[in-house]
């Protein structure tokens, strides 16, 4: 039996996947987490063989809580399961430590054979994913994206100003300062050639 912690903020989607799961002959879901701070506490006390993770949840969320799980528990596989596209998020997981990427759009035969495929010990990347992995550039166009040169904190940072956040909000949402988040913006802007925040 294959036992499965469930890491997202929303109850509705968590209920979802645990049908989904459960109603999988192997497959058993071992416990839920509803942000950063439970992930942690969970991954300490054990007791499951996958984390299925979303990426944007309250406190510690994303690339950095990759990290921090890979930091207790180097061995646990990780399936990334995002609202956010293949190419905005993907490659990055992927090189995080995370076996696997699914969009939230994918279908529920889809997130079980990813399960099933991360808790034998295999990678669940796309084709496309794959093809980012192994050439490190733009397939379509044969050459790096501008926001590919950000680190994964600039490109946390990018991302919440082009929804609209404040830096000031942004910096809440990321536990971190106000002039630390201004830096990353700053080195977005330049790093992408951008004259500022509209453009």
Sequence with gaps: MTRVLIADDHALVRDGLRRIIESTPGLSVAGEAKDGDEVIAKVRAGGFEILLLD????????????????????????????????????????????????????????????????????????????????????????????????????????RGLVAGESVTAIAERMSLSVKTISTHKARSLEKMQLAGRAE
């Design 55 to 158: 990426m944007s949840m309250p406190g510690k969320s994303g690339l950095d809580l990759i990290r921090h799980v890979k930091s207790i528990s180097a061995k646990l596989p990780i399936l990334v399961l995002s609202m956010h596209a293949e190419e905005q998020y993907a490659v990055r997981a992927m090189r995080t430590g995370a076996s696997g990427y699914l969009t939230k759009d994918s279908a529920g035969a889809q997130l079980v054979a990813a399960i099933q495929k991360v808790a034998a010990g295999s990678m669940y990347i796309t084709e496309m994913v794959a093809r980012q992995l192994a050439l490190g550039i733009n397939p379509a166009t044969g050459s790096a994206l501008p926001h590919e040169a950000l680190s994964d904190r600039e490109l946390e940072v990018f």
